[in-house]
Nanobody
Framework: QVQLVESGGGLVQAGGSLRLSCAASGRTFSSYVMGWFRQGPGKERDFVAAISYGGTRQYYGDSVKGRFTISRDNAKNTVYLQMNTLKPEDTAIYYC????????????????WGQGTQVTVSS
């Protein structure tokens, strides 16, 4: 099993940047594909990005390509989401998740989830 805790959310103006972190417990972090999802107000949960076990491959949702970057540090059991050029429509609760298949954008393929961190982008 793995437990996930997100951090780094907050309030930022449009055009700004934030970096989210997701710390994982356990000694098997490197055996999981890691993903980020988000759920905006009144919306369904959407795929944001995923990264392979070793971090060499990344996969992004269309709405964040070119603006967001996912990375991981297996020595620190942490996955990151660097978010640049933020837009008001990026406002959402951001969740990290752990799975075993790559690349996968369906949330049902991820077995472990964090509690989420709020990101609010003001116009």
């Amino acid at each position: 099993q793995v437990q996930l805790v997100e951090s780094g959310g907050g309030l930022v103006q449009a055009g700004g940047s934030l970096r989210l972190s997701c710390a994982a417990s356990g000694r098997t972090f490197s055996s999981y594909v890691m993903g980020w999802f988000r759920q905006g107000p009144g919306k369904e949960r959407d795929f944001v990005a995923a990264i392979s076990y070793g971090g060499t491959r990344q996969y992004y949702g269309d709405s964040v390509k070119g603006r967001f970057t996912i990375s991981r540090d297996n020595a620190k059991n942490t996955v990151y989401l660097q978010m640049n050029t933020l837009k008001p429509e990026d406002t959402a609760i951001y969740y990290c998740a752990a799975g075993t298949r790559f690349p996968v954008a369906r949330d049902e393929e991820y077995g472990y989830w964090g509690q989420g961190t709020q990101v609010t982008v003001s116009s």
